[in-house]
């Protein structure tokens, strides 16, 4: 499985992007797929998940931010709006195939800078 995450960029305070992963993998439709977030000098956080078309978001993003997923052209997307500064950060897509809880797979990570 191989994890491709694009559509980060600089952004004003209040805006919005939306983040793009593109994955292989034959049964992509029965992975669950994740975005995680790590800021400078932070650890790395859980921002959503998506199974089937159920997602879930962290309470620091909810309401904000949403997933979603295109099981025919394998992509995994995350529409952020009214973004803050706090929200600066790499953003990571991830796979967990076997749904086992562990995410085993990774992407390389896009930047998403917010400023004020």
Excluded at 12 to 21: E, H, V
Excluded at 24 to 35: E, K, L, N
Aim: hydrophobic residues 35%.
């Amino acid at each position: 499985v191989q994890l491709q995450a694009s559509g980060g960029g600089l952004v004003q305070a209040g805006g919005s992007l939306r983040l793009s992963c593109k994955v292989s993998g034959r049964s992509f439709g029965t992975y669950v797929m994740g975005w995680f977030r790590q800021a400078p000098g932070k650890e790395r956080e859980f921002v959503a998940s998506i199974y089937a078309s159920a997602g879930k978001t962290s309470d620091s993003v909810k309401g904000r931010f949403a997933i979603s997923r295109d099981v025919v052209k394998k992509l995994v997307f995350l529409q952020m709006d009214n973004l803050k500064p706090e929200d600066t950060a790499v953003y990571y897509c991830a796979a967990d195939p076997l749904r086992t809880g562990t995410y085993t797979f990774w992407g390389q990570g896009t930047l998403v800078t917010v400023s004020s």
